[in-house]
């Protein structure tokens, strides 16, 4: 993994995780990307499902093995395959320990049904109106077809307001704007503030200090009131 890519992961991943890029684990990402026929699909996905870290508490290494088996399954393979290809030493070491096939295949199983790889799994799949965008095309074709030359009045009705409704522009939301009634530190500093600029005003009235029209033109600079020239 090149080093603008072990960036790209580092900043990908939440912030809670970025200081779990240390050396070692370089070292297993290195190891996952090793196969040149593997590379880029292993560092894509690296990069791209790190989201699903913001769902759990999962550890970075678990990710990477994750990503790793769902990469494979992508690619057809079957549980046992894709297990096999994300955790080889781990298969090596159950045929050592003559651990039974059926026992192999339900801890497998179980791995594949975790959380963590089917979150990784969510996020591979393309909706179905991506996936069938033709298929919709070709049935607004054939309802245009109908509407105009079906020989029933009904259905050339049916297929209009089937084309109506399904080509529709969007409508425009509207804005709802929630007026709250509350003040903020501000607004209410500025209050005093003008309050005591008020008074001042009127204790230099009473005084002979400034009369009305001196303070109809007087402006506030930083808190203070100062004369305008007219």
Known sequence: MDTQTI???KQALPGALKKS??????????????????YDTYRDNLLSYTKVMQEGKFKVTSYIDAVKYVSHKLMGKTNTDAFAAT????????AQQGVASKDQASYITA????????LIMEQTLIPTWVLNQDMFQKALNVQA???MTASSE???SDAANSLLTHLK??????MELEVKQSEDSSIAALRQSTMELVKAQQEMIRSGAMNAQ??????????????VEV
């Open 21 to 38: 890029v240390n050396p070692e684990l370089i070292k297993k990402i290195n190891t996952t990307l090793n196969d040149p026929d593997m």
């Open 154 to 156: 009904k259905v050339r």
């Open 145 to 147: 077809e109908l509407m």
């Open 214 to 227: 001196d303070v109809a033109h007087s402006r506030v600079i930083e808190g203070e009131a100062t004369e």
């Open 87 to 94: 955790f080889p030493q781990k298969i090596q070491r159950w």
């Open 169 to 174: 522009a969007p409508e425009t939301k509207k």
């Open 7 to 9: 960036e790209q992961f």
């Open 111 to 118: 791995y594949n049904k975790s959380k963590l790889v089917n």
